[in-house]
T-cell receptor, first 116, second 113 residues
């Protein structure tokens, strides 16, 4: 049972355009969401996070939007650059709910390719 | 502040052997989580340790085990290796709770022949 789903295995965009990566979740206990970026043969790097009390968080070119009613979040990258080409993982946890689920749950990732 | 380190970076083993991987968390971080990454499967959670205690375990067979030392360093062990164990094994640390932001090491690439 996949609690965090990234339905697009890959996405290709032109340099300078917007990249939108999507993520859906099913567990209503999740209240903290993160995006990680991963290059081949390296560990994932933390990009940006959002708690469920917010619907938007921005950090430079990266913005994460959270729609709790739809159980959906998205990562916007504007403008996209060739160096952004990587696999992006969405992750979720029940950080603030006090649950004993001591882990992050990850999606399977989306490969973003930014073409020059 | 140094990041998460993992040793070795690459490993080649044969079926039936066992392997031990090591992870040193960021200084001050007490929670260590382990993941297996294989193509198309994303990051599969193995287990999480805090204060030398395993707090959570994923759906992996008992051949996969781990431990944590008093200095928060962690090891994972895989016994009786199978071809399907070939993967990138990632370690991540966080301050106290894995539900917080986790910071990953570079991983150990294990190839089982």
């Amino acid at each position: 049972d996949q609690q965090v789903k990234q339905n697009s295995p890959s996405l290709s965009v032109q340099e300078g355009r917007i990249s939108i990566l999507n993520c859906d979740y099913t567990n209503s206990m999740f209240d903290y969401f993160l995006w990680y970026k991963k290059y081949p043969a390296e560990g994932p790097t933390f990009l940006i996070s959002i708690s469920s009390i917010k619907d938007k968080n921005e950090d430079g070119r990266f913005t994460v939007f959270l729609n709790k009613s739809a159980k959906h979040l998205s990562l916007h990258i504007v403008p996209s650059q060739p160096g952004d080409s990587a696999v992006y993982f969405c992750a979720a946890s029940a950080r603030f709910s006090g649950g004993s689920n001591y882990k992050l749950t990850f999606g399977k990732g989306t490969l973003l390719t930014v073409n020059p | 502040k140094a990041g998460v380190t993992q040793t070795p970076r690459y490993l080649i083993k044969t079926r039936g052997q066992q392997v031990t991987l090591s992870c040193s968390p960021i200084s001050g971080h007490r929670s260590v989580s382990w993941y297996q990454q294989t193509p198309g499967q994303g990051l599969q959670f193995l287990f999480e340790y805090f204060s030398e205690t395993q707090r959570n375990k994923g759906n992996f067979p008992g051949r996969f085990s781990g431990r944590q030392f008093s200095n928060s360093r962690s090891e994972m062990n895989v016994s009786t290796l199978e071809l399907g164990d070939s993967a990138l094994y990632l370690c991540a640390s966080s301050l106290a709770q894995p539900q917080e932001t986790q910071y990953f090491g570079p991983g150990t690439r294990l190839l089982v022949l």
